[in-house]
């Protein structure tokens, strides 16, 4: 979940932030009834646009790890500890990231769109399905 900048968009490395607006929107629309957004919105409130800017960089740079671990399997330790890394970070900056909107965040990041491209784009290309399948797993095991 993403908030919209007030500032202007800066060119980055890691993410496209010429959507921002967007991807906020569509996060609202979509969770804008549960606690996780409401706990988004209450963590967020009082960071400064570039704070957010630097909390969202800072997730795709470890979404982006995914694409160097792509020839792993998706249960090597390696890969589920970067699985529990991107949780834990998403848990830190922005909400509680249950293993049940992790899972549906995988899906997210595998589905084809602006966040399959991202990160894609950060972690080479099959970054974001290959994150998507490791989510996946990790969550099958947690149940």
Known sequence: ?????????????????????AFAAEAKARWGDTDAYREYEQTTAAKSDDEMQAAGDGL???????????????????????????KDYITAHFYTCTDQILAGLGKL?????DFTKNI???GGPGAAAFAGRAIAWYCQQTR
């Not at 993403?2 to 500032?7: D, E, G, I, Q, V």
């Not at 694409?67 to 991107?86: K, N, R, W």
């Open 1 to 21: 979940m993403l908030r919209p900048c007030k500032t202007k968009k800066k060119e980055r490395d890691t993410m496209d932030y010429s959507k921002t607006d």
């Open 60 to 86: 795709m740079q470890r979404l982006a790890v995914f694409g160097a671990l792509q020839t792993h399997d998706v249960s090597d330790p390696a890969v589920q500890q970067q699985v529990q890394t991107v």
């Open 109 to 113: 990041y595998a589905a084809g769109g």
């Open 120 to 122: 894609d784009r950060a």
